[in-house]
């Protein structure tokens, strides 16, 4: 059984070895009887004591031991190495660390100390108001791995500085962590990098699938993340909708996510809140909902745009706890730039629409008094050449010329929801590709529908129209088609989806998306573009364009499958 007393210590001495005293004391206490300091120190070390006794004249050196000791055992225990650097740059001690770091690290620090040493010795020479050197710090590389070294000095009476005090750890996890916070800062500036220039020269098309192919490279090169998603909240309808997908099934992509905290999945949580998730194990998250076949553990982010929350980036994995703090920082500062890159695209085509659009105003203000006066001149002469019939019919067509720039410059100031040249369609003939065809039509925009309706019906078309996505979709699901033609951006479903909805009825349907000056904030095009997408009209189109490419879509060419943009 364990002796329940105190334990004392005692170093013998002629007052404290009297046997009368220590069996005074063995009535209370524990008592460990030692013969010299050393004994003491090495029953201090191993044992613990509560109390000690000894003569007045040994009691401060045992102190001053013990201190030391205890300094040395808390110096050789810490993670960092230290030692002290005298002013010929030899080594007057070191604890247990230091010695531990190879030589070449050693001779760095002495190195870095006689460099300190100078420093130093200029801040306290004679001036009128002498510094009192502060610490320096300094960081090297070697053999693939980083290190930081703190230097301070320790001064003499007399106000030399003859040592230093070098405290040195391994910095290289964290200079890590900064390169690869550097160069995920560098790619996404390149990724919001899009030269104007460049992008010019570029079709609508294009341009989304160059940013496409950045954000998926960039993922798996420098994030390395092989399974993920883009998702971007439709304000309207607060849905999230598939933008860019990566390695994922199309039941992950297929499910619809709202941004709501509860009973959306982990992305409804994350696009609500603003806080980034940490799925380590999907089986035991009840937050969870379908991702990769195997899925084990994910991460999702917010897409942040000024603060604001406009989507989520959601990345899986079949292992386990495969995502950190750090992954999770990581995917923070890239999904800033990512946020950034969709919506300068965005604004880049979208501004098109509306430059048209003040430029056919300007160009209709300026030439609408010169288009007046010829028109006035023109009936003034058709009045007065009565009888003379060939003048006249001259006349008369540049009259019909005048009122055709009219109408086309008000076509263009109404932007992409037109049709040009549609309207004399009633009386067109027969079409043998389009007789007998079952078309459904979809766009929220009603003039443009009941437009391509008007066109496509006279020859022979059978035509439904669906005012939204949502509609077309659940039509798709009772109905079959011989052709799709749907706008990429409208309520409940967008382009993709309609697309997808198509395919999922019969794999041969043939889709053509439309959009106004290659507006697609989903990436509908880009992604159905890889899937067998038959062709792309970017409005205003002319009837004879959106003829031609029903015809190449219901009579596909042979040929590498790439839809055609009009």
Known sequence: MNDPRPRLLVLRSDLTGRPELISTLADHFEVSVVESMTDAMAALRHDDMQAILSDAGDFLPLERELVGDKA?????????????????????????????????VFDRVKQHCQQARSIFAKQIEPADEPQSPKSKKFTFGLDDRYFEVMISPIGAEDGRIDQVVAVVWDATSGQRLQRKIDAIDAAGRELARLERDAIVQLSPNERL???????????????????????????????????????????????????????????????????????????????????????????????????????????????????????????????????????????????????????????????????????????????????????????????????????????????????????????????????????????????????????????????????????ACHLLEEQGFDLVISDIRMPYRNGYEIFAAAKRRDDNTPVLLMTGFGYDPNHSIVRASGEGLAGVLFKPFKVDQLIEEVHAALQPASGDGAPKQV
């Open 72 to 104: 040395m055992m808390v110096l050789n225990t810490i993670g960092e190495g230290v030692c002290v650097i005298d002013a010929d740059g030899r080594c007057a001690w070191s604890n247990d660390r230091m010695r531990q770091f190879k030589p070449n």
């Open 209 to 471: 699938q160059l940013l496409r192919d950045k954000i998926i490279r960039f993922a798996r090169n420098l994030m390395n993340f092989d399974h993920f998603a883009i998702r971007l909240l439709e304000e309207s309808t607060n849905r999230l909708e598939v933008v860019i997908a990566e390695g994922l099934p199309a039941d992950a992509l297929d499910i619809d996510l709202y941004a709501q905290a509860e009973g959306n999945g982990i992305s409804g949580y994350v696009a609500a809140t603003g806080r980034s998730y940490i799925c380590h194990d999907v089986e035991k998250d009840p937050r969870y909902v379908i991702g990769l076949t195997h899925s084990k553990s994910s991460l999702t982010v917010p897409l942040r745009l000024f603060d604001k929350v406009v989507g989520i980036f959601n990345v899986e994995s079949e292992r386990v706890g495969a995502f950190n703090e750090d992954d999770r920082q990581f995917a923070e500062i890239f999904c800033r730039y990512v946020a950034v890159a969709l919506h300068m695209l965005n604004l880049m085509v979208a501004a098109g629409s509306n430059i048209a659009g003040r430029i056919a105003d300007n160009v209709g203000q300026e030439i609408s008094k010169p288009l007046n006066d010829i028109v006035t001149e023109a009936q003034t002469l058709i009045e007065q050449y009565v009888g003379h019939d060939d003048m006249r019919q001259r006349l008369n067509h540049i009259v019909d010329d005048v009122l055709n720039i009219r109408r086309k410059l008000r076509d263009a100031k109404a932007g992409p929801n037109v049709v040009l040249g549609a309207g004399d369609d009633e009386n067109a003939d027969l079409d043998p590709i389009l007789a007998g065809k079952r078309v459904l039509i979809a766009d929220d925009e009603q003039n443009i529908r009941t437009t391509i309706r008007d066109i496509l019906k006279p020859r022979g078309a059978h035509v439904e129209l669906c005012k939204d996505g949502g509609e």
